[in-house]
Nanobody, 121 residues
């Protein structure tokens, strides 16, 4: 069974920083693209940043220049460094991974349980 576990969320003042981590564990054959999404109550989950297995990165326009995504392939970890945080960054942040659980199996999406980030003004 595959698990994605996020950590690092919390309460921070505007202008502050947080670093989110996501640990992938379980029966994993290979991990492809990974990413961070966020969701606020009443709105759809939206992509924040993504990174492919060879390091290509994409960011939502709202976080470009403030957030940085990285991964440690050897340890199956995903990170999101969030700087210059704004109140509008407040959301539950979810880790996503596209992975195979065995050779020859199709790629499937897996999600973490989410971690709350609250930015006070």
């Amino acid at each position: 069974q595959v698990q994605l576990v996020e950590s690092g969320g919390g309460l921070v003042q505007a202008g502050g920083s947080l670093r989110l981590s996501c640990a992938a564990s379980g029966s994993i054959f290979s991990i492809g693209a990974m990413g961070w999404y966020r969701q606020v109550p009443g709105k759809q989950r939206e992509p924040v940043a993504s990174i492919t297995s060879n390091g290509n990165r994409n960011y939502a326009d709202s976080v470009k220049g403030r957030f940085a995504i990285s991964r440690d392939n050897a340890k199956s970890f995903l990170y999101l460094q969030m700087n210059s945080l704004k109140p509008e960054d407040t959301a539950v942040y979810y880790c996503n991974a596209q992975l195979r659980v065995a050779a020859g199996m199709s790629v499937s999406d897996y999600w973490g349980q989410g971690t709350q980030v609250t930015v006070s003004s």
